[in-house]
């Protein structure tokens, strides 16, 4: 049986309010507020980037996994805002772990569930017995462009999982994809800001394919939405995760402890997993988990896990998520982050 | 070993010289040593330039430096050790001299640094820093020196307001050298006021950025006589390096090259400090002074800054220090300081200093570093 | 600004903190070297430096050399780290005015500056308080 062995997050420090945004813009904060259900998202400092935060979250990582980095066979980052174009962040990750040379190294990008892939890929080369054990990253500093309705909850932070055969935290039950070619939100090459079909990205995307897939597992596995503990959806604003579970027939309590985004943002390709370490940090052995990613173009990954005793021994060896989001916050306003988020125009 | 003697010394007014080059700024100052000297040849020239390469593009200063002063096929030198260039140039030629290798030498020291921007010139000054784990973090040198100053200050109790009295002292004694960038007065108010540049070292805490150059003329002392002018020996030569990083230091509050170096100038001079009448130090930054005072004797370890608020080092003081106005006055075209130091400690011997000249003056003392004292020159220097 | 050769080339140390501790005295040298500065030594162990420490000093630096322009004011410090090693780095995601001689740090894997937009991106090591 493959699964978790360790779990890592980070989130950067820096926040900015709704209403920060709003009042540049001439737009209606508490109604923001309320429709998207969203008060504050993160920000990342200039020296923050996709790869910084991949490498914070996997030490934490390794951390709880309490493993030579040495023996991770496989390293993926999940991303829509990898630092480069061409030149991977894994191979960046991987040197600063220690995990290389002998090591296979992959970028994915997948709008919001390129975390979730990696995780899909590592575990079943674990699974495949290719690899001793694999690290998987969602991670993202995306951009939303100014004014625009994204610009509110486009967060930063990153999530990070290894999977191996032995000493688990949470075995993986089943797994299921569900994807189709939906261009709801996208960027084209050399564009700085995505675009987005404005309500196309609710019902036909979102709806569509986190029900799709969690309909699927649930009938692969046998299992039906009381049977599981806690379930965590992605989070592209705070009021579809509750829609969605509703829909499915899920209760409140059981999205609430991996519903961060109120107070983060939409972390994209981190949403659905650092909803994932959140739950895992309060979780008890025997808690069935259910995770549904999604990503725009698009498609949803999910995976049922069931914690085993372990997490008692590896929770407290890393930061929780919830401090890393509410302590030590550091609040900017609009011109600030503009300048952090490079959305000012310099000189040449 | 043959004695050393300075038969002559040439330094023009000090700035942002606009309408002037590097090669023209020494030039300049070559003919004024030579003219003053009197001498009708020279065997050797050695030049001290810290980066010319950066600020202007140009190395192989020792051709075209011979060259623009008519001087080709004389050997020719160009030395560095960042801002102790010129001092490491002085002492060179007391080398070739001493040594009986060359009779008269020109010694030289030149910078100019207007050439590029602001932060083109902190970039290149940051080269006397680690490049890869100094300089690479963002470092600066009012950021090393910050760093020195918050050490020395949380060890010892230097206040803010003792780092600004060696500021004000150094331009009142530069009010009184034509040849100063800044010949003016400031006070301690216009010090804590000025704007920061790293904390809590503010622009009126550091010497400027400069063009200029210096120049000597060296000879055997037994041939010194048939000159015309009172010559002054270099009694002592010394010379130390120490870590390029500032982390790697025993104690970051001290500098122990200038310890060493001044040791070493001062034994083979066979003096004691307090035989000296004037200190020429190195105050790149007002701490640099501060600490330099401590590292060569004139006080007790960490009691530089009481020294300075007590007038210790005053024109009148016990010790004076920098009368021709420092570094912070009269600028710091970095090759050429330690060169200058050399031209004021003459003048003043020669008692050739006017408003700045410090009474009966016989020995003087020339302490010149480089980078965060990575490297120290000392000289020892003895009235005829 | 380095070429990638020469960034390349200290990743062990810029992105591992790798250092080389002296068979003979012990010292710890980061970056490793060839010859011990303390006892002249010519033999070294590989070893890791510490995650934490404690700044002996610090500066904020408000007039940035060229690759930094765009970041002051920052603060860079030297921490003594806890196998007594100091180490030289910007002290990041704390107020200036909470800045102190003793304060505890520990290192982060940060963006250290770039080549302008199309260059190469330099990682390294920042102090962040613990």
């Known amino acids: 049986m493959a699964g978790i062995i360790g779990y890592g997050a980070y989130i950067p420090r820096n926040r900015i309010k709704v209403e920060e945004i709003a009042k540049v813009w001439g737009a209606d904060a508490p109604s923001y507020k309320k429709g998207l259900m969203l008060e504050e998202k993160s920000v990342p400092s200039p020296d923050q980037d996709t790869i910084t935060m991949a490498v914070e979250a996997s030490k934490r990582a390794i951390k709880r996994a309490g493993i030579d980095p040495r023996e991770i066979g496989a390293v993926y980052v999940g991303s829509e805002s990898h630092p480069y174009a061409v030149k991977p962040s894994g191979t960046v990750l991987a040197e600063a772990l220690g995990a290389t040379p002998e090591v296979h190294t992959a970028d994915l990008e997948f709008a919001c569930k390129a975390g979730t892939e990696g995780m899909f890929i590592a575990l079943n080369l674990v699974r495949a017995e290719a690899i001793k054990y694999g690290l998987a990253v969602g991670a993202d500093t995306s951009q939303g462009a100014p004014g625009d309705a994204l610009e509110y909850s486009a967060a930063a932070g990153a999530a990070a999982y290894i999977f191996g055969k032995d000493h688990l935290l949470a075995e993986t039950l089943e797994t299921f994809s569900f994807t189709t070619d939906t261009p709801d939100f996208w960027r084209r090459e050399y564009q700085y800001y995505p675009q987005h079909g404005g309500r196309f990205t609710g019902d036909p995307a979102y709806f569509k394919h986190v029900i799709g897939a969690a309909e699927g597992i649930m009938a692969k596995a046998k299992m039906k939405p009381s049977d599981f503990h806690y379930v965590i959806f992605h989070q592209p604003n705070g009021k579809f995760p509750f829609r969605v579970g509703e829909m499915l027939g899920f209760k409140k309590a059981q999205i609430e402890p991996g519903w961060l985004v109120s107070k983060l943002g939409n972390t994209y390709s981190g949403s659905s997993p650092l909803g994932l370490t959140a739950t895992l940090d309060i979780a008890k052995e025997g808690d069935m988990i259910l995770i549904v990613s999604y990503g725009s173009g698009a498609g949803s990954d999910a995976f049922i896990f069931r914690v085993t005793s372990r997490i008692d021994e590896v929770r407290n060896l890393a930061p929780r998520t919830r401090d890393l989001l509410d302590n030590n916050k550091n609040y900017l306003d609009y011109g600030v982050y503009a300048k952090f988020r490079r959305k000012i125009r310099k000189a040449e | ?384 | 600004m380095p070429t990638p050769s020469r960034y390349w080339r200290e990743i062990p140390q810029r992105y591992r903190l790798e250092a080389g501790k002296c068979q003979g005295c012990h010292y710890v040298s980061f970056p490793p070297r060839l010859v011990c500065p303390r006892c002249g030594g010519r033999e070294f162990v590989p070893t890791k430096l510490a995650e934490r420490g404690k700044l002996i000093t610090y500066t904020i630096i408000r007039v940035p050399p060229e690759p930094f322009e765009d970041q002051s004011p920052y603060a860079v410090g030297i921490a003594e780290l806890d196998d007594g090693v100091r180490l030289t780095a910007q002290v990041v995601d704390c107020d200036f005015a909470a800045l102190k001689v003793g304060m505890r740090v520990k290192t982060e894997f940060r963006k250290i500056s770039e080549e302008g937009a199309a260059g190469v991106i330099y990682y390294g090591y920042k102090f962040v308080p613990e």
């Open chain 2, 1 to 384: 070993m043959r004695d050393v003697a300075i038969i002559g010394v040439g330094m023009t007014k000090w700035g942002e010289l606009w309408e002037k080059s590097l090669r023209s700024i020494f030039v300049e100052s070559a003919l004024l040593a030579i003219e003053d000297a009197g001498v009708d040849r020279i065997d050797s020239m050695v030049v001290g330039c810290m980066s010319s390469g950066l600020f202007i593009g140009q190395e192989h200063l020792s051709s075209l430096l011979s060259d623009y002063l008519g001087q080709n096929p004389v050997p020719a030198s160009r030395v560095e050790s960042a801002c102790s260039s010129g001092g490491l140039a002085l002492r060179q030629g007391f080398i070739e001299v001493a040594s009986g290798m060359s009779d008269i030498v020109l010694v030289g020291g030149v910078e100019k640094m207007t050439d590029v921007t602001g932060c083109e010139a902190t970039f290149a000054l940051g080269t006397a820093a680690d490049q890869e784990y100094e300089s690479y973090h963002g470092l600066t040198f009012p950021g090393l020196y910050a760093m020195m100053a918050v050490a020395h200050m949380h060890k010892y109790g230097t206040t803010r307001e003792q780092l600004a009295m060696v500021a004000v002292k150094n331009h009142d004694n530069g009010s009184k050298n034509p040849l100063a960038q800044f010949p003016f007065k400031i006070t301690v108010e216009a010090v804590l006021s000025s704007v920061l540049v790293a904390d809590p070292l503010r622009i009126l805490d550091c010497s400027p950025i400069t063009d200029g150059a210096a120049a000597v003329v060296l000879c055997p002392a037994d041939k010194a006589k048939a000159f015309k002018k009172p010559f002054v020996r270099i009694t002592g030569t010394g010379q130390a390096t120490d870590t390029i990083a500032l982390s790697s230091r025993n104690d970051i509050a001290w500098l122990e090259s200038t310890h060493i170096a001044g040791s070493k100038a001062l034994a083979m001079a066979g003096r004691k400090i307090g035989d000296i009448d004037l200190f020429e130090v190195h105050d790149c930054f007002t701490i640099a002074e501060i600490m330099i005072t401590e590292a060569l004797g004139l006080v007790p370890k960490g009691q530089g800054g009481k020294a300075v608020a007590e007038g210790l080092t005053a024109r009148n003081g016990k010790f004076p220090v920098n009368a021709s106005g420092g570094l912070k006055a009269k600028g710091h075209p970095v090759g050429a300081t330690g060169v200058a130091q050399a031209v004021e400690i003459v003048k003043q011997l020669r008692g050739e200093a006017g408003e700045r000249q410090i009474k009966s003056a016989k020995r003087g003392l020339a302490q010149n570093m480089g980078g965060t004292g990575g490297s120290a020159v000392v000289h020892v220097f003895e009235a005829e």
